[in-house]
C-alpha cells in the first residue's frame, strides 16, 4: 500500500513556507524524498533513516517521526525553482513504494 | 559520470504490439528498478534487477517482464500491448538493492493507440 501525501498540491508565492506531510499504515525504517519538474525525471532530495535526525538540504529540511510512521518535508523561504511534484518513498521489502505525490506551484 | 540513459525517448505502438526498452544504469550500478508513471496512479514499482536477477516485482501483469545484462544494462518489455500500457517508464539505478538512493533516467514515453 502506498504511502500518502497531503496536500495534493500546494501554491505558493515566492518567499513563503510549505510543509507537505507522507503518512504510511505500515511501520517506517526509511524515507526518501524525490521533486520531479515538469517533463523530467524524479531528483533525490534526501533520505531519512529510522532513528536519525532531521536532515536539511539548503532550505529543505524534513522529519521523520517513527512513532506516527510520518515524515514531513519542510519548504523555507520558497523560490521558484521549488516548483514540482515532491514524492515521499518508503522502503517495503528491499524496495521503495513512492507516495501519491504533492504538486507546489511557486509564483513571483 | 554519466547520469542513467534510457533509449528511446519516445515510442508509438499500436494495440496488440509488443515493446523492449532499454535503460543503461550508471557505471557502477548493480541494481535497476523499473517504474510506470501515469497522471492517475502516479509511481508505479514494476521490478528491480541487481546482478543479472530479479529481486523484487511489482504487481504487474506478466505481459510485463526484463532482464539484466552482466554489464547491469537492463530492458523491459511489454507483450500485447494495450491501450492502459501508455505511461512514462522509468528506470532508476542505485549502487545495490535496498535503501539506496535512486538515480532517475529521463524515462521512455510510450504511447499505445
Known amino acids: 500500500q502506498q504511502p500518502v501525501q497531503s496536500p495534493q498540491a500546494v501554491i505558493l508565492r515566492e518567499g513563503e513556507d510549505a510543509v507537505i506531510n507522507c503518512s504510511s499504515s505500515?511501520?517506517?525504517?526509511?524515507v526518501h524524498w524525490y521533486r520531479q519538474k515538469h517533463g523530467e525525471a524524479p531528483v533525490f532530495l534526501m533520505i531519512?533513516?529510522?532513528?536519525?535526525e532531521q536532515k536539511g538540504h539548503d532550505k529543505i529540511s524534513a522529519s521523520f517521526n517513527e512513532k506516527k510512521q510520518q515524515s514531513s518535508l519542510y519548504l523555507t523561504a520558497s523560490q521558484l525553482s521549488y516548483s514540482g511534484t515532491y514524492f515521499c518513498?518508503?522502503?517495503?521489502?528491499?524496495?521503495?513504494?513512492f507516495g501519491t505525490g504533492t504538486r507546489l506551484q511557486v509564483f513571483p | 559520470k554519466a547520469g542513467v540513459t534510457q533509449t528511446p525517448r519516445y515510442l508509438i505502438k499500436t494495440r496488440g504490439q509488443q515493446v523492449t526498452l532499454s535503460c543503461s544504469p550508471i557505471?557502477?550500478?548493480?541494481?535497476v528498478s523499473w517504474y510506470q508513471q501515469t497522471p492517475g496512479q502516479g509511481l508505479q514499482f514494476l521490478f528491480e534487477?541487481?546482478?543479472?536477477?530479479?529481486?523484487n516485482k511489482g504487481n504487474f501483469p506478466g505481459r510485463f517482464s526484463g532482464r539484466q545484462f552482466s554489464n547491469s544494462r537492463s530492458e523491459m518489455n511489454v507483450s500485447t500491448l494495450e491501450l492502459g500500457d501508455s505511461a512514462l517508464y522509468l528506470c532508476?539505478?542505485?549502487?545495490?538493492?535496498?535503501?539506496?538512493?535512486?538515480?532517475f533516467g529521463p524515462g521512455t514515453r510510450l504511447l499505445v493507440l
Open positions: 532508476a539505478s542505485s549502487s545495490s538493492a535496498g535503501d539506496e538512493t535512486q538515480y
Open positions: 505500515k511501520a517506517l525504517y526509511s
Open positions: 531519512l533513516l529510522k532513528g536519525g
Open positions: 518513498g518508503t522502503e517495503r521489502r528491499d524496495r521503495l513504494i
Open positions: 557505471s557502477g550500478h548493480r541494481s
Open positions: 534487477y541487481f546482478s543479472e536477477t530479479q529481486r
